[in-house]
């Protein structure tokens, strides 16, 4: 057992029962007081047969000295100790075993841990949640994320940087509610309003992006507008099937973001087509490519639209909107449409497709019966 350095992150290796761990402690003098604290619990734990401490619990204060500047001139005053306690990679790594445990789906455990990695830490930096503060931290976090995405060459939607704040403000909760902090840096944050995203996708516009679409992108796209799935690993990808009742004309869909089953009814051309493809099919999935199921249909979306011309942003889940606002627009009904979306209430439904529905509120008004005074 020891302490040693790996990418300048300070780590202690031990031994249990034969079976080597490793734990990394971060980056910085901070680290490696806590690894060297550690690894000397681990040790007197070992020779007195206890059980193995929790290393996200490891406190080590670290004394700042003064710094002197190149005229020998004190540039700044001892401070004392630095603030101890879970740092921001500790919490985190606690917070997603409890997402596990509450059955969170590994999609969303999986995002998660890719913002922790690679957006949350290397912008926060990996330091104890309780030395955080909203001016100090949080503001800075904010103004970083308003930027030029390194991905997309594109500013970030103020959607997004809400969603970042919303799940580290989750994680803060988290950490007090459990007692692992004691502080939240986004205790004063306001969650910024956003316009709702527009919808610009029209019957005609998806028929010039499926005539230039793989053949197995081009039937994803016609299973998605058809039962109105979620597209995605959550739903359509995920379509089998045995999960289609060709007799009743139906399609179990399982929703892994409400964990609930609906029942959506197959028009009866699109039964047909269903069991044409279903003739040829090798994998027991609905949505194939070569015989294998499909994990991601994003990019071949995204190029069959650059193909087809399209400008304006567009995504998969367009589709799903399309089937609702297209039934809406025809006349279903709004209950009916809510529960083939698998929406929890009709009021969601409502509040995020009328405005769709053109000619609703005139026809409306055209039923009421005169009032003439006599």
């Not at 892994?256 to 493809?277: A, D, G, H, S, W």
Request: with cysteine; net charge positive; glycine share 6%.
């Amino acid at each position: 057992m020891g302490v040693y350095q790996r990418s300048e992150r300070w780590m202690v290796y031990y031994h249990v029962n034969g079976k080597r761990h490793d734990k990394s402690f971060g980056r910085g003098e901070l680290a490696q007081a806590k690894a060297q604290v550690f690894d000397k619990a681990v040790r007197e734990a070992l020779e007195h047969g206890q059980p193995i401490p929790d290393p996200a619990l490891v406190t080590a204060p670290v004394q700042v000295v003064k710094t002197v500047s190149l005229n020998n001139e004190p540039s700044s005053q001892v401070l004392g100790q630095q603030p101890t306690g879970m740092t921001l990679s500790d919490l985190g790594a606690r917070y997603l075993d409890h997402m596990r445990a509450s059955g969170r789906t590994d999609n969303h455990i999986r995002n998660i841990e890719r913002l922790l990695a690679n957006k949350f830490i290397p912008v926060l930096g990996d330091k104890p949640v309780n030395s955080m503060t909203y001016q100090g931290d949080m503001v800075p976090f904010i103004l970083h994320f308003q930027g030029i995405s390194d991905k997309t060459k594109k500013e970030r939607s103020q959607v997004t940087i809400n969603k970042y704040c919303d799940y580290l403000n989750f994680m803060f909760h988290f950490g007090i509610a459990n007692d692992f902090t004691k502080v939240n840096p986004l205790k004063n944050w306001k969650k910024a309003k956003t316009q709702p995203r527009e919808m610009k996708l029209t019957l005609d516009d998806a028929k010039k992006i499926m005539a230039c679409a793989e053949p197995h992108l081009k039937w994803a796209m016609e299973v998605c507008f058809n039962i109105g799935a979620r597209p995605g690993e959550s739903e359509l990808l995920a379509l089998k099937w045995e999960h289609v009742d060709f007799n009743a004309a139906t399609v179990r869909i399982y929703a892994t973001k409400t964990k609930t089953y609906r029942i959506v009814p197959i028009n009866p051309i699109f039964l047909k087509r269903m069991e044409q493809v279903r003739a040829t099919s090798q994998s027991g999935f609905i949505i194939e490519y070569n015989g294998k199921p499909v994990s991601r249909i994003v990019k071949s979306f995204r190029n069959a639209c650059t193909r087809a011309g399209i400008s304006y942003p567009t995504r998969m889940y367009d589709l799903r909107h399309l089937f609702a606002t297209t039934l809406l627009r025809k006349g279903a009904d709004l209950a009916a449409v809510s529960k083939m979306m698998g929406h929890s209430t009709v009021k969601l439904t409502a509040d995020t497709y009328y405005h769709y529905m053109e000619g609703e509120k005139e026809r409306a008004v055209r039923l009421l019966p005169e009032l003439l005074a006599s």
